[in-house]
Each structure stands twice: as structure tokens, then as C-alpha cells.
């Protein structure tokens, strides 16, 4: 139930706690596959719970891990990991899209790659999680799946502010400075972005809910291609 095709192991193997198999299928389900099998449900809802047990989470262990650090700057740290860009980032770590169920129209235009499904979805997988094996074994996972953001300052500083840290890093290796272009589509109420950042001989695009979300998508990837040659 938790593999489609693409999946390599099972989920709760990669994650490491046990979530119960159908509250993992609903955090994994899509609502474009809702849609298109009849309106069953999906993960929505979790998304919502997950949302809220990451933020405490996060805000938990930045407030007492952090005492000397000031309210701004813990606001800060948090956005560096509760962002759309960096909760995709976490979830392409573990490879979550292998595992997400689709609709046809989201799977022909990249959909398991998409930085708002995936960070959607991580959402989802936490609040499942809570579910499934409490408060505590939720806050233990958010922290495990975080901990990289945090502990590299390079990677903070990127997740949180990607378009800066692309235009120091472009500058530092003597590249172009950054190019963007945003495309748009779909109704106004579900309107989605994809951006295109071009930066020496690297382009890169990313997709969000608005311009700016989808350019910072795309800044963050191209901030890991010159971070890799940097």
C-alpha cells in the first residue's frame, strides 16, 4: 500500500518509525488521485496536522537548544525549515515522491518532483505519523529529518534565503549573476508558478503556489549544482 511504482523500500524503513498502513496511504495520496478514483480522500487534512506538529516541534527545540538567540532570530531558523523549498528538500532526501500516489496530469508534468506536493506531503507523513505513534515519536522524526538543515550553516543560510546565497556563491565562482523568467498556469484560484533561474552554465527551474515561492525553488537548486563544483 505504501509503494508505487518507482519505490525502492518501504517508507517506514526509510523513516524509521511505523505508521499505520492506511493513514500512511491518505498522507501519500494526492488529492489530483482523489479526483480521479471517485473522490476518495486525501491528504489534505494531515497536511493541516502535520503543518502544526512540525512548527511545534521545530519552535521547541530551537527555544531550548538555543537560549542565547533572540525572538527574530529564532523566527528565522525555523522558516529555514518549515519553508516549502526546505521541507522539499528533506522530502527528496528520503525520496518521497517515489512514493506518492497521482493523478495522471500531475505524474506527466513532474509531479513527484514538485516542491509543493512534496513539501505537502511531508506535512501529511507527520501528522499521519502523530497519529499513528504519538506526539512523541512525531517531534522524534521532525528532529531527525531537520537536524541536516540546522547543523550546516552553508544549507541554512541557502534554505532560508536561496536567491541571496545564489548570487554570493554565483559571484564567488565568477559565474553570471542569476537570470530569472516565471511562467504561469492553471485558473486564478489554483494558479501555479514555474520559474527558471539561468546562472553561468546552469539553469534550473522550480514550481510554486506564487512567483516568488517558485523562484526561490528554483535558486535552491541551483545553489546545490555550484555548491557541488564549489
Given amino acids: 500500500m505504501t509503494?508505487?511504482?518507482?519505490g525502492t523500500r518501504p517508507l517506514t524503513e526509510t523513516l524509521g518509525v511505523e505508521i499505520d498502513p492506511e493513514l500512511l496511504e491518505l498522507a501519500l495520496t494526492h488529492r489530483s488521485y482523489?479526483?480521479?478514483?471517485?473522490?476518495i480522500p486525501h491528504n489534505e487534512r494531515l497536511e493541516f496536522l502535520g503543518d502544526s506538529v512540525l512548527g511545534q516541534a521545530v519552535t521547541v527545540m530551537l527555544f531550548t537548544t538555543l537560549p542565547d538567540l533572540?525572538?527574530?532570530a529564532l523566527a528565522?531558523?525555523?522558516?529555514?525549515?518549515?519553508?516549502?523549498?526546505?521541507?522539499?528538500?528533506?522530502?527528496?532526501k528520503i525520496g518521497l515522491g517515489d512514493h506518492l500516489l497521482l493523478g495522471r496530469g500531475e505524474e506527466q508534468t513532474g509531479g513527484r518532483d514538485k516542491d509543493s506536493i512534496l513539501?505537502?506531503?511531508?506535512?501529511?507523513?507527520?501528522?499521519?505519523?502523530?497519529?499513528?505513534?504519538?506526539?512523541?515519536?512525531?517531534?522524534a522524526l521532525v528532529l531527525r529529518l531537520t537536524e541536516p538543515l540546522l547543523a550546516d550553516p552553508e544549507r541554512y543560510g541557502a534554505a532560508m534565503d536561496p536567491k541571496t546565497s545564489l548570487q554570493e556563491i554565483a559571484a564567488r565562482l565568477g559565474a553570471t549573476p542569476p537570470q530569472y523568467s516565471v511562467e504561469s498556469d492553471g485558473p486564478d484560484h489554483d494558479r501555479r508558478?514555474?520559474?527558471?533561474?539561468?546562472?553561468?552554465?546552469?539553469?534550473?527551474?522550480?514550481?510554486?503556489s506564487s512567483k516568488k515561492t517558485a523562484e526561490m525553488a528554483a535558486a535552491l537548486r541551483a545553489?546545490?549544482?555550484?555548491?557541488?563544483r564549489a
Fill in 34 to 39: 482523489a479526483y480521479e478514483h471517485g473522490g
Fill in 3 to 6: 509503494e508505487v511504482p518507482g
Fill in 193 to 208: 508558478f514555474t520559474a527558471t533561474v539561468v546562472v553561468g552554465d546552469v539553469t534550473t527551474t522550480g514550481e510554486g
Fill in 223 to 228: 545553489w546545490h549544482v555550484l555548491s557541488d
Fill in 119 to 139: 513539501a505537502d506531503s511531508m506535512e501529511a507523513v507527520i501528522g499521519a505519523t502523530f497519529l499513528s505513534a504519538g506526539a512523541e515519536a512525531a517531534t
Fill in 76 to 92: 528565522k531558523r525555523r522558516a529555514s525549515v518549515v519553508s516549502t523549498v526546505a521541507l522539499a528538500e528533506v522530502a527528496r
Fill in 70 to 72: 533572540d525572538e527574530g
